[in-house]
């Protein structure tokens, strides 16, 4: 199985702050890769697909880009809405597989 | 627009079988070829992905649970189904039904999850 690893796991930032997230893979998935926002008690939305395609409505600040094994989304003047878990998702394999998730706080 | 609503117990007992059903709004499982998944998230854990179903046949279970799940569907009730059995506390979590595109797998619709919880 494919193994998602994210760092940081943990992230504390202020509200205007730039922040990346990376996601790397444990072998190639190509750019078969997609990151999500989750806020507590809610489902999760989906903000990149294909690594760099950005989901119709999400806010052109997230931006996503990697290929073959090493990722990153990036946040560029971070919102207040923004503070929540991110996670990314591999589909390269028939088992798809989530990354542990980066909890993004305020400062 | 699209929606999906999971339903079924939030209570279940040890080693019993956990049943989920997803159902699908503002659309039609007939139309257009996605991915239908389950994902659960475990308080305090991350997302796990269980398995996915297209209305076409293709199925496709995590092969850490895939002696316990089934996935099916029923295209003329708009729902898909989820069966875990022989459940354990480790099977307390949110779980979701989502819509992914053939793609890249990318989960763009969600339901709202349900809480199961395994206990006597």
């Known amino acids: 199985d494919i193994q998602m690893t994210q760092s940081p796991s943990s992230l504390s930032a202020s509200v205007g702050d730039r922040v990346t997230i990376t996601c790397r893979a444990s072998q190639t998935i190509i750019n078969y890769l997609n990151w999500y926002q989750q806020k507590p008690g809610k489902a999760p939305k989906l903000l990149i697909y294909g690594a760099s395609s950005l989901q119709s409505g999400v806010p052109s600040r997230f931006s996503g880009s990697g290929s073959g094994t090493d990722f990153t989304l990036t946040i560029t003047s971070l919102q207040p809405e923004d503070f929540a878990t991110y996670y990314c998702q591999q589909s390269y394999s028939n088992y798809y597989t989530f990354g542990q998730g980066t909890n993004l706080e305020i400062k | 627009q699209v929606q999906l609503q999971e339903s079924g117990p939030g209570l279940v007992k040890p080693s019993e079988t956990l049943s989920l059903t997803c159902t699908l709004s503002?659309?039609?499982?007939?139309?257009?070829?996605?991915?239908w998944s389950w994902i659960r998230h475990p308080a305090g854990k991350g997302l796990e992905w269980i398995g996915r179903?297209?209305?076409?046949?293709?199925?496709h279970y995590n092969p850490s649970l895939k002696s316990r799940v089934t996935m099916s569907v029923d295209t003329s009730k708009n729902q898909f189904s989820l069966k875990l059995t022989s459940v354990t506390a480790a099977d307390t979590a949110v779980y979701y039904c989502?819509?992914?595109?053939?793609?890249?797998?990318?989960?763009?619709?969600w339901g709202q999850g349900t809480l199961v919880t395994v206990s006597s």
């Open positions: 179903l297209t209305t076409g046949g293709t199925i």
């Open positions: 503002g659309g039609s499982m007939s139309s257009g070829t996605y991915y």
């Open positions: 989502a819509r992914a595109a053939l793609g890249y797998g990318d989960h763009h619709y």
